[in-house]
């Protein structure tokens, strides 16, 4: 059976968190978990808020979820200090009544996120003043820093987004003014699959094509990589909203692939 577009989506970015996962759970200082509850990869902080950390993939990957594994996953969190987290939804792996199905068990919508991908093709140029290149563990703070500050990470996980760095098949970018960090950007690559993430800019080189550039520097390099698939996601369009990042994706020849929704304990 051949496997759709967004199942290989998911599959990728769950990839990529888990090798980022496994890059730091070892060390003692980060408090980070797994649990899987069926089908649900459920990743859990105490200490760390962000729900870049705090959130459930694969939910009904397997068989269409039920409300006693809703229920196990709500109280899994509850258990583990955790209010507030987000569970990932595709609404074609539930049943027509899924709505009804995760308000029963305790949970309400929130804010989605918008998938996106592109293959092979044209990759518009980009005109910035900033240095855009690569980056090792000699720059891994500074990345940690603008990554931290602009996805509302606490300071004291910054060493596990540092970690990053020389997690497997990931490779991440900086824009420099000077020998001043401007921006960052994240690429991980496997199986022929591209994920691209953590693309942040500090408020002061902010309208300077820091993330345009760093967005085809990207894409040039999964592709040099022999990629043919691309992927990558924003919030979902709202009103009040000003979507520079979803425009930037747009111009840089991604398509939307598909919704994706968020749901939360209901509450919190």
């Known amino acids: 059976m051949r496997t759709s577009n967004s199942a290989l989506a998911e599959i990728v970015e769950a990839q990529a968190l888990q090798s980022w996962f496994d890059s730091v759970s ?3 200082r980060c408090k980070w978990s797994l649990v899987t509850i069926g089908d649900a990869q459920c990743y859990v902080s105490a200490t760390e808020s962000s729900i870049l950390v705090n959130r459930v993939l694969g939910l009904g990957s397997v068989g269409q979820p039920t409300t006693d ?3 196990r996953i709500r109280q899994f969190y509850e258990d583990a200090g955790v209010s507030r987290f987000f569970l990932h939804v595709l609404p074609d792996r539930f049943g027509p009544d899924y709505a009804t199905l995760l308000q029963a068990a305790g949970y309400e919508r929130y804010r989605g996120w918008m998938k996106f991908s592109r293959g092979a093709g044209e990759v518009a140029p980009v005109t910035t003043d900033l240095s855009l290149r ?3 563990p000699e720059h891994a703070s500074a990345f940690a820093a603008i990554v931290s500050d602009a996805f509302d990470f606490d300071v004291d996980f910054q060493a596990a987004i540092a970690a990053l760095i ?4 990931w490779r ?3 824009s420099f003014d000077g020998a001043t960090p401007a921006g ?3 690429l991980f690559m496997h199986d022929g699959m ?3 993430d953590f693309g942040a800019t500090h408020p002061k080189f902010r309208r300077r094509g820091a993330q345009s550039g760093i967005l085809s520097m990207r894409i040039c390099a999964a592709l040099e990589a022999g990629c043919t698939s691309i992927v990558t996601m924003t919030g979902e369009a709202v009103p009040g909203d000003e979507q520079h990042s979803y425009r930037n994706i747009q111009k840089a020849g991604f398509e939307e692939t598909y919704l994706r929704e968020n749901w939360i ?4």
Do not use: E
């Open 26 to 28: 070892a060390s003692p």
């Open 69 to 71: 594994q809703l229920t």
């Open 134 to 136: 690569q980056i090792g």
């Open 166 to 169: 020389s997690a497997p098949n």
């Open 172 to 174: 991440v970018y900086m």
């Open 184 to 186: 960052t950007g994240a």
């Open 194 to 196: 591209a994920y691209l």
């Open 265 to 268: 304990p209901a509450g919190k």
